[in-house]
C-alpha cells in the first residue's frame, strides 16, 4: 500500500495570469486504493485530472504515475497502464458500442476482440451493443465510457464524476462495479466527485481540494475519527416541544428543534438508551432515531469560509 | 511498437468514424453535382452541342466541365469536408479521449490529415468516374451526341485533375489546422469560405495571388500556358506542397502543445 500511484509536486496551474486555478497540489494516490477526490464544483478537480493525464501544460511542479515522471519520453509507457473517464465520456454517438469499443481498442493495439465483449458484460451492455449510442440513456453512455477505460485492464483508472446525472439504481450499479474493481483486479481508482456521501461509501482514501489547493489528504477512516466524538442523534417523535423539555433534564448538549425532529448530541452510544427511555417515560412516542452524518458539516466547514 | 503500427491504427479507426457521417455522403454528393447539372445542360442545349463529323465530343464535354466546376468548387468544398471530418471529434468530446490514450499525438494528427486528403482523392475519382457515365449515358439516350463513337483520353483528363488536386493541398494543411485547433465549426468554415471567394476574386490578378493558396486552385486552371515554371514544374504546383509542408508541420506543433480544456 505504501507504493504511489500518482504523485503530484508542487503543481501549479493558471488558465489565465490573475489566479492559480491549481496551487502547491501534493495528491498521494496509494496502489490499490480507491482515492476519492472531493471539492465542490469549479473547486479544480478536473484539471487536476487533466494535469495529471497531460492534457493541459502544468506551470510548474512535477507529476509521477507508477514511480514514473510524467514526461514526453514516458507518456506512452504511463498512459498505457492508465484508464481514464473524464467528464463526459468521449463516444461517437452515430455509432454502436462495438465501434466505440474497437475505436479504442484498435488505438492500443494489443486488445483481443473477446475482450470487447468481456468488458461490454462488466458493465453490462450487452443487450445493447448494437444500438447506436445516440440511442443510450446517460447513464449506459457513463457505463460505456467505464468499459472503454476498462478494456486494457489497466492497473489505474481515472473517473472524473462518474455517477454523475445518474439516477439513483445507476449509482449503485456503479458504485459496485468500482469496488468490484479494486477487489478482484488490486485496480486503484482514482474518482472525483462533488458528493461526500459518494466518496464515503465508495472510498478507501480522501483528498479534498477547495479553489485548487488541498485541504486535507488521508484515509477515509481517519477523516472520520477527526470529525469529533460526539454522534449527533435525530429523533421522530409525536410531541416534539414536550420531548424537548423532556430531555432538557438529561443536560445533554445541544438540543434543538428542527423542521419537526429534536436534534440532540450524545457522548457515546449508551446514551442514545437513556435518551429513548427519557422520552418513552413520557409516553412520547418515537418514530425513528438516526445517527446523523457529521461528515457532511466537516466537509462542508472545511470547503465554504 | 512502431510508428507505422500507430499510424495505420489511427487510420483504421477514421474509416470506422466516418461511418454514417454527413462527409461521408458529402463526397458523393460532389461528385455527382457537376455532372448532373451537365446532363440537364446538354438535354437543353443538345441541339447547338451536336458535335461536327469527325469531333471527339469528349473533348468539350470533359475540358468545359473540369475547367469550369473545379477551380471555384474545391476549395469550399476542402473547406466543408475538413471541418466536417473534424467535427466529428469535436462535437463528441474526441480529442481529450484520443490524448490520453497510449498512442502518440502525431499518429493521431497525421492519421486524420490522411484521411481527409483521401476523403478529397476519392471525391476526385467519384467526379471522374460520374463525369464518364454521365456522357455514356447522354450518347445511349441521344445517340447524335456521338458521345458512344469515341473513346475519352483518359490521360489527359486525369492529369488536368491532378493537377487540380495537387494546387489544392496548400488549402487542406491550413484548413485542417484550424480545423483541429477550433472546436467551433464557425471559424474554420468562416474563415475558409472567405478566403475562398477572396481566392476567386483576386486570382484576376495572378502576379500577386500566384503567393496566394485560396487562388491556387483558379490559377492552376486559368494561368495555362502562362504558367510560371520553377525547375520546369508549376509554380502553383510547388507553392502549394510548401505551404501543406509548412502548414501540417507547424500545425502538428501547434496542436501537440495544446491545452485540452
Redesign the interface.
Known sequence: MNQLVVQTKNLNFS?SKNKKDIEDLELKVPKGSIYGFLGPNGSGKSTTI?LI?????KNSGTVALFGELFNGQS??????K?G?L??????????NAI?NL???A????NISSSRIFEVLEIVNLTNAKNKRVKEYSLGMKQRLGLA?SLLSNPELIILDEPTNGLDPKGIIEMRTLIKDLNKKFGTTIFISSHLLSEIEKTCTHVGIIRNGKMLYQDTVASLKESKGTNIKLEIEVDKPIEGMSALKNLKMENISLLDGFIQIEVKSKNEITNVIDVLRTERINIYQVSIKNNLEELFLSLTEN | MSTILYYTASLKNELIKLKRTFAFWLTIISAVLFPILFIVAYIFERETLVPAAGINPWEKFMVTQIENSTPFFIPMFIVLITSLIMQIEHKYLGIKHLFTLPVPKSSIYFGKLSIVILAIMVTYLYYYIAILLSGVLLGFVYQDLGFLNFSPEHLRYIKMLITSFVASFGIIGIQFWLSFRFKNFVIPLGFGMFLAIIGIIVSQAPQQSIYFPYSFSVLSVSLGEKMPLIFGISSVTIFSIVCFLITSVFGYLNIKKLNIK
Not at chain 1, 53 to 57: D, E, P, S, V, Y
Not at chain 1, 75 to 80: E, F, M, S, T, Y
Request: proline share 3%.
Open positions: 488558465y487533466r493525464l497531460g492534457l493541459l501544460k507518456r506512452l509507457k504511463v498512459l498505457n492508465v481514464g473524464i467528464e463526459n465520456p468521449s463516444l461517437y454517438e452515430h455509432l465501434d474497437k475505436i479504442s484498435n488505438y492500443r493495439q472503454i
